[in-house]
């Protein structure tokens, strides 16, 4: 067993070697080299390593990286999942990596971001000390088929995950549930009332309660289905938060100000990052934190000065144009990030890359279900949309359909060609990639603007 | 590029006509974009200067199908189609009923398509029982039949129809009802027989999502027309110019007969 563990991790270390050499990511393949030689390679890897998972449908990599700032603050020696290889592969490269080619950790914490349905093995192999569940919205329903599918996989985690503390967010239906199917210590956290003024017109995934299928009722809704909600049949209700958001001062277009309560100690926290759902992530990181027992007072200096994960809304210039990227997946992501861009003050130009490749979801179909006519409101501060990537056609119509002026809508389906048309501009550049264009966008900026890779 | 006309608000009422669609549980089959179709047909009435207004009724809501030209029903999960079904019995069949025999325009997608039929048998035989308004029936299997997917248009002369499929169910056609083509790419109605959706009267129905109207903006104004018809008498429909459409429709075309 043992030579069967170093000869994988041997295999793994090379792959990633030699793949890096060629230039290229390397988070995935030496992972699924090593499994061939040791399939349950992870097992052997994670035994001797304290792990902290973090799982859910949306807000996974922004607080996993509030996390990594909140961990090197306070000293913590640990490792963790960069550049959003959260399935399997990635996951047991991730731990061969930091592990001697005996297989021994070089650092005794680990902090992983897992993908929902990958999460039944990953918590099973890692058997983490705590796991985080930001929220389930539906997301590659391609993949998942439903909701409740989602739902399932992470239960079945948590079920191999006997000794994590579990952290749930309350003002998710979906999620609070998990509660009822597990023994863990469970440690609630949520938001105390509405954040936006204004929300965009968006549908609910969760309109029915989970238990007795009546529609529930709700004090307050976040966004999407998120809030106090009450099912007046059965009586399942949001949970009282241990470490809940007591007030929302400011959120902007460019971060918040909130005020946390921590079972009962009011705390002040800036959110480097705009959006209702950054609010969500920094309240769960700061509930991680305590869990682990670090202080909450490092894990709120975090959310000042973390930094964000590529594509989650991460501001650099290309030459004379300040540009953000935004990664968008689904419905919910999307509605939120449109949420703060409806609300512009300045002249900005928009690119939406739509790719339907399997990390991005195949059916586009999701594209129907985010409230874009916002945009048609933004009205001649939107100076134009250009749209590229593989479904760029489809795009450029849902547009039309919103009611932008089909002369603001361009499609280039070059990127080199795209980024000139928008570097050769003034007005600040806004890109909406879904995951594999991101991917591909980040290496062609790295290449012409000689920026870090995206796996440093 | 040639630029889509922009209709003023003096336009929308322009020609005098108007439609009311109905917007059958769109809190419950509301899944996979299928909203699309209502964005659809609803811009392109505007856009000629039809006025257009939707309703949504869902759960304890009666329906008066008098009242509507167009009716919809979206795709959902399995988990909230029992909610709705015994809405559906008691307080929308025998409108619905009705209003098919009175050849009003349907569009149902998916969940929709199936529910509009006589039954759902899962694989391990267990069978729910469905609205029985068309003369179809579904069986469930364990594999889904997921994908891009590509069918005629019969109605169209043989036009394609590109879409999403995402259904573990294989619906199969009683006597009376056509399909609304023949699978290009795909899987279709089941998978086996070739078909794809169902059309029976004014009734169409489909396993389409992608949303099925926006690009195929052909099939859009034959459901539109057909319900013009049926309420003014003949129309002609005034042209659009469907560059993005076309773009778009032609692009999936491409890859699905590539392959």
């Known amino acids: ?456 | 590029m040639q630029s889509g006309r922009q209709m003023s608000t003096a336009d929308t009422a322009r020609t005098g006509m108007s439609l009311n669609i109905c917007h059958l549980y769109p809190d419950i089959l509301n899944l996979y974009g299928d909203n699309g179709n209502i964005i659809c047909m609803k811009q392109r009435l505007q856009w000629r200067g039809i006025d257009c207004s939707v309703s949504g009724l869902s759960v304890g809501d009666r329906l008066n199908a008098a009242d509507y030209d167009i009716f919809f029903i979206g795709g959902g999960q399995d988990f909230e189609q029992d909610v709705l079904l015994d809405d559906a019995e008691k307080n929308k069949k025998a409108d619905i009923l009705s209003a098919i025999d009175d050849e009003k325009v349907f569009l149902a997608i998916c969940g929709g398509y199936q529910i509009l039929g006589n039954y759902y048998r899962t694989w391990d035989g267990q069978q729910m029982d469905f609205m029985g308004c068309i003369d179809i029936s579904t069986e469930g299997v364990k594999e889904r039949m997921i994908g891009n997917y590509m069918f005629t248009c019969d109605d169209l002369g043989g036009e394609t129809i590109v879409g999403f499929e995402n259904h573990s169910g294989k619906t199969y056609l009683g006597s009376g009802v056509k399909p609304i083509g023949r699978v290009l790419a795909g899987y279709g109605n089941n998978g086996e027989d070739g078909t794809e959706g169902a059309h029976y009267k004014n009734v169409y129905a489909s396993y389409s999502h992608g949303s099925m109207l926006p690009k195929n903006p052909k099939f859009c104004d034959l459901l539109l027309s057909r319900a013009l018809e049926k309420k003014y008498g003949r129309v002609v429909l005034e042209e659009l110019d469907d560059v993005f459409e076309n773009n778009a429709h032609d692009y999936m075309q491409k890859r699905l007969s590539s392959r």
């Open chain 1, 1 to 456: 067993m043992k030579l069967k563990v170093m000869m994988a991790v041997c295999v793994c270390k090379m792959t990633r070697t030699l793949i890096r050499l060629l230039g290229r990511g390397a988070t995935n393949m030496p992972g699924r080299a090593a499994q061939k030689i040791c399939p349950d390679l992870l097992k052997y890897l994670a035994a001797d390593v304290t792990t902290i998972i973090v799982t859910g449908t949306n807000g996974k990599t922004t607080t996993s990286r509030m996390l990594e700032q909140t961990l090197k603050d306070s000293g913590v020696d640990f490792f963790c999942n960069k550049s959003g290889a959260n399935l399997l592969n990635g996951v047991t490269t991730e731990f061969a990596v930091n592990a001697s080619l005996t297989g021994k950790p070089k650092h005794p914490y680990a902090l992983i971001e897992s993908d929902e349905a990958a999460f039944k093995l990953i918590g099973k192999y890692t058997d983490p000390k705590c796991v985080l569940v930001t929220n389930v919205f539906r997301d590659q329903l391609d993949r998942y088929g439903e909701i409740t599918h989602t739902l399932n996989n992470i239960k079945i985690g948590l079920e191999n995950s006997p000794h994590a503390a579990v952290c749930l967010n309350a003002d998710c239906s979906l999620t609070a549930s998990l509660k009822e199917s597990i023994p863990n210590e469970i440690i609630f956290y949520g938001v105390n009332g509405p954040i936006y003024k204004e929300r965009v017109r968006e549908a609910s995934d969760a309109p029915y309660c989970i238990h007795c299928k009546h529609e529930y009722t709700y004090e307050y809704i976040t966004f999407g289905h998120l809030g106090k909600y009450h099912c007046d049949n059965c009586g399942y209700s949001r949970p009282e938060p241990d470490i809940a958001v007591s007030r929302t001062i400011v959120s902007d277009a460019t971060h918040s100000e909130i005020e946390i309560d921590v079972r009962g100690t009011k705390y002040q926290a800036t959110i480097d990052l705009p959006g209702g759902y950054n609010i969500y992530n920094g309240v769960a990181a700061v509930t991680v934190a305590d869990t682990l027992g670090l202080s909450v007072d490092t894990a709120i200096g975090a959310l000042r000065t973390f930094e964000c994960g590529f594509g989650r809304m991460e501001k650099f210039m290309l030459g004379d144009t300040q540009t953000r990227m935004i990664l968008i997946k689904n419905p919910a992501g999307c509605n939120q990030v449109l949420n703060f861009l409806g609300n512009i003050s300045e002249d900005s130009l928009f690119v939406v890359c739509l790719n339907d490749n399997y990390a991005d979801g195949t059916d586009i179909s999701w594209i129907w279900d985010v409230d874009f006519e916002v945009l048609s409101k933004v009205g001649d501060r939107l100076t134009g949309i250009l749209v590229s990537g593989i479904r760029a056609d489809d795009m450029a119509m849902r547009f039309k359909y919103a009611g932008i002026p089909a002369e603001k809508i361009k499609v280039i389906k070059d990127y080199e060609k795209l980024i000139d048309e928008f570097t050769s501009q003034e007005a600040p550049v806004y890109i909406m990639p879904t995951y594999t264009a991101m991917m591909d966008l980040r290496a062609i900026v790295s290449k012409k603007y000689g920026y870090k890779n995206f796996w440093e």
